[in-house]
Every structure is written in C-alpha cells, then in structure tokens.
DNA sequence: CGGCCGCTTGAGGTTTTTCAACCTAGGTGG
DNA sequence: CCACCTAGGTTGAAAAACCTCAAGCGGCCG
C-alpha cells in the first residue's frame, strides 16, 4: 500500500509539472465550466475572464488522498475514477464510481481534509477549483453556484442509489441493481445505456457491492443464462432490460414466473 | 423505553400548551439557527430580523413524501428522523437515521422533487427553509452559507459511512460497524457515546443493514455474549469500545486472537 | 517467450435466511 | 380490573446462499 502511495505521488507531481506548461490543453473557461455543470442557460452573466485549470490524472494515480488537507474541488471533465475509503486497518473500499460531471472531493468540506481517496481507472482529466477561491466564485456567479449546488444534490441522490443497490440481499439482484443504475448513469451521460463498457475490474465492483469477486463471475453468467444480458469481458450489453429490472426488484431470488426455470436450465 | 415516553410526554404536553399560543415557539431566530448550523462564530454578520418557522412533527408521520415537489429544506432541531426509499414495487429501504443538526431534504435541489421520504421516529422539531428564500439567504450572510455548505459535505461523508458499514460481509462485523458509527454521532451531538438510546426498532435497523431483523437479535446476543454490550430493549450500554471496534473491522468473522473462544463459550 | 494479472469454474464448509413458534409489553374494550 | 389483541422481539431448525480455497485459462506487458 504504502508503495502505491508513493507511485502515485510520483505521478501527480510530474502531472502537476507538466500541466503548468501547456496552457491551451490545461485550462477551461467560465461559459465551457457552466456547460460543464450543465446549467441550462448557466452561460448567461457568466463571461467573465476567469479560467480554470485543467488537471490530466493518470489511469492508476491517486487524484486525491483520504486525510490530506482539501484544497481543491474537482469536477471530472473525462475519464473515470473510483473513490475508495480505506479503513484503519489498510482495508479499502470502493464506495463510488465517478464519471463527467461528478464532483469530487466536497467530503472534504466537512472537516477540512478528505473523507475518501479518488483513483482514476483511466486516463482522465478533471477540472480544478481551488476552495479558496470558491466562495468568491459562488457569490459572483450564482447561475454557476446553483448548477453546482444540483450536481452536490445528484451525488446525494447517488449515495442513496448506491446504499439501495446494497441493501438487496441476493448477489444477482445486486449486481442487476447495480447494472441498472450505471445503465441509467450512462445515459444521463450521453452515452448509450444498452451498451456498457466497464472501466473498473470484477474485484472493485465485487469490494463495491460487498461480494466476492467470484460471486460476481457467477452472478454475471447467470444473468446471461437468463438471456437478459451478454457479456464479453468489459463489454456488455443488455438485452432485456425489463428483465434486469424486474431482478433488481426481486427480494432474495424470488424472480417471479418462470424465469427461475430458465435459470435452473442454464 | 419507559424513561423515554416520560420524556417524549413531557415535551409533548408542553407543545401542546404553547402550540397554538405563544408565537415565538414555533419560530427561531437567525442567530439560534446559526447555533443550530454549528457555524463557529457564526453569529457574526446574522443579526438580522429574518425568523424560521419551525414545524413540529409526531412520531411516525412522514416529514417529506419521495416524489412530491421539493418545496423546502429541513434541519432537525430536536427528535429523530428516518429517511427511506421506496421502490416501485412498494418495497421500502431505510436509506438513514437523521437527528439534531442532520440536513433533510436537500435531494430534492436535484430534480425538484424529492428522492426520499423522510418520517419521525419520535415527536419531532425541525426548522423549515423555503427553497425559494434560500439562495437570497446564502447570498445574504455568507457565515450561514458556509455553515450550510459544511453540513451538506457532513450528510456525504455520513454516507461514505454508511456504505463502508454495509460492506462489511460478516452480520455481525455489520452490527458492530453500525454501532460504532451510531456511538460517534451520539457524541457529536454532545450525548453520550457509551449509553445509546435506540430511537428506532430491530426491523429498522435490519432493513438498513440489508438483513434479517432474526439476524440483528442474534447478532447482538452475540456481541453482548462477548462482554463488549449491555442490551436493555432499546437501550443500549458499550461495556467495550475496543473490542467493538475490532470486531467492527473484521472480515468475515476472523475476530483476532481468542476472541473466537470467547464467542463460542457464551 | 514467460510471468503476471484478471477472470472463470469447481467443491466444501459456514453463515445467513426463511419459516415457525413463543414471549413480553402496551393499548383497547368489555 | 381483566381479557384480548397487536407489535416488537427472541429463539430454534432446516435449507439455501455465499464465501473460501484451489485450480485452470487467456490475454497483456515486459
């Protein structure tokens, strides 16, 4: 762990290096930070010269340490991360995934240090806001304040999806739950919500879910068995959503109907 | 339980007298609601005429409903809330336990209706804010702002928590984790984190664990078997923090050292 | 080309769920 | 005042689900 740490150390600092010598590729104006956040119209009074800068996180480095002091806000421009909370005992869990327009490290806010680390599974790239500067921010744009304060509400929505993904009791209507939701989060994304391409490996969506990792290879063949989904390696596509959802609903295996024939055929 | 329903009485006939009387009960004033929000010094700056209404609301009745327009914002002044998801099929999850200083309704900025319902476990006081008055607020005293703002970072943190809880595979580890978390928030509200209170009951607690309320009795006769707890119906002593805490960090049963023993024996 | 990592599959053992019964406390109505 | 009823809580036994350990396979990077 303790090797992790400094490897990714290394990588933020040389990216910290690299990035302040790139000046077209490494800032973002207001008007593009507002479409960002997606306020409708949030351009509107918002054309001030402020600009801000653009962060490149490798796939693998830590974006973010849990304890170290908060500094900055981030709001991912692309790419994907994992924020993983790590117990005192070096124990880490994965509590969310994070994608466009999620913002990362408002944890932070609390207790002036962050809750939780934040891990890129690819190359990404994030927008910076330094909480100093945000107050001030926030006071003289309030169109930018509100589209921030919508994308604070959503992770909220977010934490209550993840804790109703967790709360299912069987591993299939877990991982059905979970496959709903990021089919439903990818869409929100633009992208298409049939056709899933998964950033993160079996054993962080096992830690996520609280399974094994093998529960989830089986889960997932199971899911396919019943014809509701199609898998090759990270691709995935659903084919039935209905039927995912009508598993996602099912307390402890009780798909109703049939299906549990299909599933004993399989 | 039965220390509690004099207490709850006491409050009670006293609202009822005032209730329709006396004005000034069901109001607060702007400096009260900074003290409220824990801003340090927050009064500074808040002394203006502005006052909030504050609503009182029974036990067992619903604070918010899921899905109704999101009109306004609550902070818990005094009493206990749940907050809980209802899925399509009318399957109810306990997403939360919400008291004193918690934030409830703030989902709601997110689609404009709210995300989760929110219902009292006890007589009840919250201070309503307008979501319509709120930006002007913000704007208006940037201390109550912050204070708010740092509530909401608390409400994110806690549900980091709560999945960290939830990803413990073991009953009891979960049980332990629960309790522990339960322990530092009795304490942050300035009660005692040694003798807890249950405000909510086994089937509660079971549901937002994601288990059986059977297994919540056993898991508890098993951790007061251990010597770390006292179980009185509701109430609830820690006789061991430590050990709660180890057990609490445990994977799947793997209590170090003898405690297995321990376990066994009782 | 070899090693490593991610993923899958199998078998056994343990935990947890489920179903059922029983018990207590509190409220209600005769 | 007592009987009754309900909700909440506990306990037991059987069955199902999951985790662990172990092995095998394939792709990818060095």
Not at 99 to 123: C, K, M, N, P, T
Request: hydrophobic share 45%.
């Amino acid at each position: 762990m303790a090797i992790v740490h400094c490897l990714d150390r290394g990588i933020d600092t040389h990216r910290l290096l690299c990035h302040s010598r790139c000046a077209d590729a490494s800032q973002i104006g207001l008007g593009e930070l507002a479409g960002l956040l997606g306020g409708a119209g949030g351009g509107a009074g918002c054309n001030g010269g402020d600009r801000f800068a653009v962060q490149r996180v490798a796939r693998g480095s830590t974006l973010l340490l849990q304890g170290a002091p908060a500094h900055n806000l981030y709001i991912v421009h692309s790419g994907s991360f994992k924020s993983i909370k790590t117990a005192e005992d070096g124990y880490e869990h994965v509590l969310a995934f994070a994608w466009r327009r999620d913002v990362i490290g408002y944890d932070g806010l609390y207790r002036e240090h962050y809750a939780f680390s934040a891990v890129a599974l690819e190359d990404s790239r994030v927008v910076v806001l330094p909480m100093s500067a945000l107050a001030a921010l926030r006071q003289q744009w309030p169109a930018l304040d509100s589209a921030l304060q919508r994308l604070i509400a959503r992770q909220i929505v977010h934490a209550g999806e993840i804790a109703e993904v967790m709360s299912a009791v069987a591993a299939d209507a877990r991982l059905a739950r979970f496959l709903v939701q990021l089919s439903a989060r990818m869409a929100e994304c633009g992208q298409s919500p049939r056709r899933l391409l998964l950033r993160m490996n079996r054993r962080d969506i096992a830690n996520h879910l609280g399974l094994a990792h093998e529960t989830i290879s089986r889960s997932l063949r199971l899911l396919v068995g019943r014809g509701w989904l199609r898998v090759a390696n990270r691709e995935l596509e659903i084919l039935d959503a209905a039927g995912l959802r009508r598993c996602a609903r099912s307390t402890r295996g009780a798909v109703d109907d049939g299906e549990r024939m299909l599933a004993r055929a399989a």
